[in-house]
T-cell receptor, first 114, second 117 residues
């Protein structure tokens, strides 16, 4: 069975400093992994996705994530945080052979201090 | 990108009434849509997979008679919360896929916040 674990429920950074949101996955198969962002009372927006192509995935708004099979990790990073990055971030894995069915991590709330 | 629209965004109802939430794919056809539920400060929980022209597939623990899902066309899926109670108050989000998951992606609606008094 597939699962994801987001290691931090809350991360706080200062504006202009790097962001690291950690995610570990568990999958018996080669997984498809995603990072989504959710602003308050809004739906979800895809930041980036990994689908067995390049292990370093670049997304929107300067975010990127690296798929590391040996560490079963898919951490999300950004070199310099912006105030508008404050939101909830979800690491997500797709269920193999059930196209479109996603399993969400618990979420990490990112706060950005001025 | 593709747009998924949910309506209504906010709904308040009395206990015992039924509420219908619509999920529309505006510029693409979605044979499959998904309904999620999200409690405050929590993650999304998949409730059911909605397949156009067939019965929805519900996740374990989700009451089929409580949460009625209809996917009558390739652009519309509806979720009806029947005989709503305060514990049904939640944020409901739908999503629809474009292409296969490996080549496409899921697009999410803006969500519908249900408050049952």
């Amino acid at each position: 069975a597939q699962s994801v674990t987001q290691l931090d429920s809350h991360v706080s950074v200062s504006e202009g400093t790097p962001v690291l949101l950690r995610c570990n996955y568990s999958s018996s198969y080669s997984p498809s992994l995603f990072w989504y962002v959710q602003h308050p009372n809004k739906g979800l927006q895809l930041l980036l996705k990994y689908t067995s192509a390049a292990t370093l995935v670049k997304g929107i708004n300067g975010f990127e994530a690296e798929f590391k099979k040996s560490e079963t990790s898919f951490h999300l990073t950004k070199p310099s945080a912006h105030m508008s990055d404050a939101a909830e971030y979800f690491c997500v894995v797709s269920v193999w052979n059930q196209g479109g069915k996603l399993i969400f991590g618990q979420g990490t709330e990112l706060s950005v201090k001025p | 990108g593709a747009v998924v629209s949910q309506h209504p965004s906010w709904v308040i109802c009395k206990s015992g009434t039924s509420v219908k939430i619509e999920c529309r794919s505006l510029d693409f056809q979605a044979t499959t849509m998904f309904w999620y539920r999200q409690f405050p400060k929590q993650s999304l929980m998949l409730m059911a997979t909605s397949n156009e022209g067939s019965k929805a597939t519900y996740e374990q623990g989700v009451e089929k008679d409580k949460f009625l899902i209809n996917h009558a066309s390739l652009t519309l899926s509806t979720l009806t919360v029947t005989s709503a109670h305060p514990e049904d108050s939640s944020f409901y989000i739908c999503s629809a896929s474009v292409g296969t998951l490996s080549t496409g992606e899921l697009f999410f609606g803006e969500g519908s916040r249900l408050t049952v008094l």
